[in-house]
């Protein structure tokens, strides 16, 4: 799916780069424009404790886009990491492929 009047999404790809000295993975970036459609959602505040807002919106991008739960996104000039596992949108009645939808996660405070 084309989406004409979209916005830029920048698509944050992790990949293990190599291993530090305690045998951890370490990620190196590459970063992908796509055009698609940001969901904001809604957030919410946490005031127990601490001072944190949360925000859960989503990302519809094109059709065959592959997101892996270690990917982010920058989407309006902030950073949000994939929450969870890319859902693809097919149609049951005609296979139409409408895209992927990629839930999001970040937290301010």
């Known amino acids: 799916m084309d989406f004409p009047f ?3 999404i920048t698509l944050v790809r992790r990949t293990v780069t190599g291993q530090d000295g305690d045998g951890n993975d ?3 970036e590459t970063l992908t424009d796509v055009s698609g459609a940001f969901d904001p959602a809604v957030g919410f ?3 127990q404790g601490m001072d944190q807002v949360e925000s859960q919106p989503q990302v519809l991008l094109p ?3 592959v997101v892996a739960s270690v990917d982010a996104v920058i989407v309006r ?4 990491e994939v929450d969870g596992t ?13 895209g992927v939808a990629v839930p999001l996660k970040r937290v301010t405070g």
């Open 6 to 8: 979209g916005e830029m």
């Open 63 to 65: 059709a065959g886009t």
């Open 45 to 47: 505040e946490r005031t």
């Open 26 to 28: 370490v990620y190196g």
């Open 86 to 98: 890319a859902n693809v949108w097919n149609s049951p009645f005609t296979g139409w492929a409408a």
């Open 77 to 80: 000039g902030l950073r949000f």
